[in-house]
């Protein structure tokens, strides 16, 4: 009786094939995970009334993303959001990427944002183009509200008011510059607002030129003509803002970090001053 002949096969039993084609689907479906995870970031604010987890980023009024919480810093000075960017929206963590609370803005000049009565705040983004970044100051203001690049000055005023960082300056109300940061003064004694004139309209400052708080009203009673209410601008009124004059006798141009002081309403002549001055160059 013939002994059988057994050979050997250079393939691996069928039977290897089961786990090997689950360890290769297990990967691939690890790899596509990650590839879907979305980005995680953190923003922080100097508050963070109406923000809530669950919250939406938006970018062009598009949903991109969502607050996953918020907590308190470590010195108790600003709010961190962690927040999740899509992965389809990753590109817009990066330097320079501006990141706002949106809220809803009343005013006579226009009404902004009135969706967000009813679906709530939520935070905006505008991308920046440097490097991927991970960790964000948010603005307090909309990026057009933030100040300009122009000629910044001081004002000193016994108490700040309305005004906030982001309104508008005014000439002849013309809106020529934006309010920056306000602090006390060394001793305490005052406010110190800083004030960014747009570059076109810097040659409008004069040394002689008067600063006034133009966001409160002016009440004039009299025994015949009643009574008589003034107001730059109702716009002023309700959201805060500065106006200046200059002489009809301009002096020298103002220069980078000139004080001058606030005045809490405008003298009537300085409504009338009309001076002419070349305020842009000539082509």
Do not use: C
């Not at 970018?59 to 709010?79: A, M, Q």
């Not at 006390?184 to 708080?213: C, D, H, M």
């Not at 004080?259 to 160059?281: T, V, Y």
């Amino acid at each position: 009786m013939e002994t059988p002949e057994v050979k050997k096969s250079h393939w691996p039993s069928p039977i290897w094939l089961v786990p090997l084609l689950s360890l290769i689907v297990a990967a691939w479906l690890l790899y596509d995970q990650l590839l879907q995870r979305d980005v995680q970031i953190e923003i922080s604010f100097e508050s963070g009334s109406g923000i809530k987890s669950g919250v939406e980023l938006r970018y062009r009024g598009v949903p991109v993303g969502s607050v996953d919480e918020i907590v308190l810093s470590e010195d108790l000075k600003t709010v961190i959001v962690h927040a999740s960017l899509n992965r389809d929206a990753e590109k817009l963590a990066r330097e320079n990427s501006k990141f706002w609370i949106v809220e809803p803005e009343l005013g006579i000049a226009g009404a902004r944002n009135l969706d967000t009565l009813v679906s709530g705040k939520y935070i905006a983004v505008e991308p920046g183009d440097g490097e991927p970044e991970k960790e964000f100051s948010g603005l307090e203001t909309p990026p057009d509200q933030q100040p300009d690049l122009g000629l910044k000055i001081t004002l000193v005023a016994n108490q700040l008011g309305s005004l906030k960082k982001g309104r508008h300056i005014y000439y002849r109300d013309l809106q020529v510059g934006t309010i920056g940061e306000s602090v006390l003064s060394e001793g305490s004694r005052f406010v110190e607002i800083q004030a960014i004139i747009k570059p076109e309209y810097s040659k409008l400052v004069r040394t002689n030129s008067v600063f006034w708080n133009s966001s409160g009203l002016t009440v004039d009673v009299g025994l015949f003509k009643g009574a008589e209410v003034q107001a730059s601008s109702l716009e002023n009124l309700l959201r805060g803002g500065i106006s200046f004059a200059t002489p009809p006798e301009p002096g020298p141009l103002a220069e980078e970090g000139r004080r001058f002081p606030l005045n809490r309403q405008a003298d009537d002549e300085w409504q009338e001053w009309a001076p002419i001055m070349k305020w842009r160059e000539s082509n």
